[in-house]
């Protein structure tokens, strides 16, 4: 069974920036893809970011040029790194691996951690 943590959530002002993390129970390098998404109240989960083979990434196209991922395999780690945050940014954000090769953008994820709370205040 993998475990995935977050941390780093918090309330920050709009324009402000906050870095998540996402920590494994296993090698994260014998997964094929990690990824972020969101859950604002009363929204369904809705991708985010995610990083597969090699050195890949993609964002949603609300956060591109504003969130950045990156994954240090050897910390078992997958990080958000989110700037110039909106109030439309406020949701549970939750770190989510992926075992096989598949399309890392679709919400089918093999696990999921309990999610982080980022507030944007305006």
């Known amino acids: 069974q993998v475990h995935l943590v977050e941390s780093g959530g918090g309330l920050v002002q709009a324009g402000g920036s906050l870095r998540l993390s996402c920590v494994a129970s296993?090698?994260?390098?014998?997964?094929?893809?990690m990824g972020w998404f969101r859950q604002a109240p009363g929204k369904e989960r809705e991708f985010v970011a995610a990083?597969?083979?090699?050195?890949?990434?993609t964002y949603a196209e609300s956060v591109r040029g504003r969130f950045t991922i990156s994954r240090d395999d050897a910390k078992h780690a997958v990080y958000l790194q989110m700037d110039s945050l909106t109030p439309e940014d406020t949701a549970v954000y939750y770190c989510?691996?992926?075992?096989?090769?598949?399309?890392?953008?679709?919400?089918?994820?093999?696990?999921w951690g309990q999610g982080t709370q980022v507030t944007v205040s305006s």
């Open positions: 990083t597969w083979p090699v050195r890949t990434v």
């Open positions: 296993v090698d994260t390098s014998s997964l094929y893809a």
């Open positions: 989510a691996g992926l075992h096989n090769p598949r399309n890392p953008i679709l919400d089918h994820y093999d696990y």
